[in-house]
């Protein structure tokens, strides 16, 4: 069984979400220079931006709690590299 820590999962649905967000960018844009009707595309694409900045505003509090002394979220090369340097260290 796979032993992940959530914010590797976390950084996984950044990718997917990230990867269709912007496949549907450019079947929007597609969508716009041809004539077809876009805006069906453009409210998913719309939808994937919001929840890609949601994706993010949580990754970057899990890792601001991690460096005020909560639980340990990161792997060994995630975080800042204040983060970095401290497990070095220890």
Same mark, same amino acid.
């Given at each position: ?17 990230g ?6 960018f ?5 969508c ?25 505003t949580?990754?970057?509090?899990m890792?601001a ?8 979220? %990161?792997?060994?090369?995630?975080g %800042? ?8 260290q %220890?």
């Amino acid at each position: 069984m796979l032993n992940w820590k959530a914010i590797e999962v976390l950084d996984i649905c950044l990718g997917i979400v990230g990867f269709f967000a912007a496949a549907f960018f450019v079947v929007t844009a597609v969508c716009e220079l041809t004539g077809a009707p876009a805006l069906g595309w453009a409210l998913t694409l719309l939808g994937l931006v919001a929840a890609l900045a949601l994706l993010v505003t949580i990754r970057r509090r899990m890792l601001a709690a991690e460096a005020r002394g909560g639980a340990p979220v %990161s792997t060994a090369w995630g975080g %800042s590299l204040d983060e970095y340097r401290r497990r070095r260290q %220890s």
